[in-house]
């Protein structure tokens, strides 16, 4: 059992479209990250949220974290070329020490 | 510019030779950890150090063996690599264990066994 789901797992769309990928769980985290990695490179720390409810920008990236937080959302505005890459949640939950748990990623691929 | 660094960026090897890939940081983190990264799927970690704490993870298989010298550098030994060891090697530092310590990844090693 996956403990946190990301959907989808591929997407491919067309540059100027917007995405959104869901990271999901039935547990509470203390803490969620984003990461990117791009093809033959290491993940990337995108951002990290902690407060239920939070939003956090980064250019046209948004990342919210749910009231319970249980979940996650990245959404893109206006996707181009360069935000292809692999987009991973990772979570920290309480009775977990500080072990963090991974989402089984996402694949975008954003065509010109 | 302060980072992660592994090598070789490229590692092939024999089914069954014994092959270490190497890590260095230069942030001076307290925990490095290796992961196992397969096509396109999330990283699955394979053990970590706190300092000069090692932490196995259950599953994590014996042929697997990790070494951390000093604060910069850690090694992974892969005593009798099969083919379905063939995947990309990640390291990473983080500044504390816990609390959501965010991760600095290298940029990884990836390994083929012929």
């Known amino acids: 059992t996956q403990l946190l789901e990301q959907s989808p797992q591929f997407l491919s769309i067309q540059e100027g479209e917007n995405l959104t990928v869901y990271c999901n769980s039935s547990s509470v985290f203390s803490s969620l990250q984003w990461y990117r990695q791009e093809p033959g490179e290491g993940p990337v720390l995108l951002v990290t949220?902690?407060?239920?409810?939070e939003v956090k920008k980064l250019k046209r990236l948004t990342f919210q974290f749910g009231d319970a937080r249980k979940d996650s959302s990245l959404h893109i505005t206006a996707a181009q070329p360069g935000d292809t890459g692999l987009y991973l949640c990772a979570g920290a939950r309480y009775n977990q020490g500080g072990k963090l748990i991974f989402g089984q990623g996402t694949e975008l691929s954003v065509k010109p | 510019d302060a980072m992660v660094i592994q090598n070789p960026r490229y590692q092939v090897t024999q089914f069954g030779k014994p092959v270490t890939l190497s890590c260095s940081q230069t942030l001076n983190h307290n925990v490095m950890y290796w992961y196992q990264q397969k096509s396109s799927q999330a990283p699955k970690l394979l053990f970590h150090y706190y300092d000069k704490d090692f932490n196995n993870e259950a599953d994590t298989p014996d042929n697997f063996q990790s070494r951390r010298p000093n604060t910069s550098f850690c090694f992974l030994d892969i005593r009798s690599p099969g083919l379905g060891d063939a995947a990309m090697y990640l390291c990473?530092?983080?500044?504390?264990w816990g609390g959501g310590s965010p991760l600095h990844f290298g940029n990884g090693t990836r390994l083929t066994v012929t």
């Open positions: 949220v902690v407060t239920g409810g």
């Open positions: 990473a530092t983080s500044r504390d």
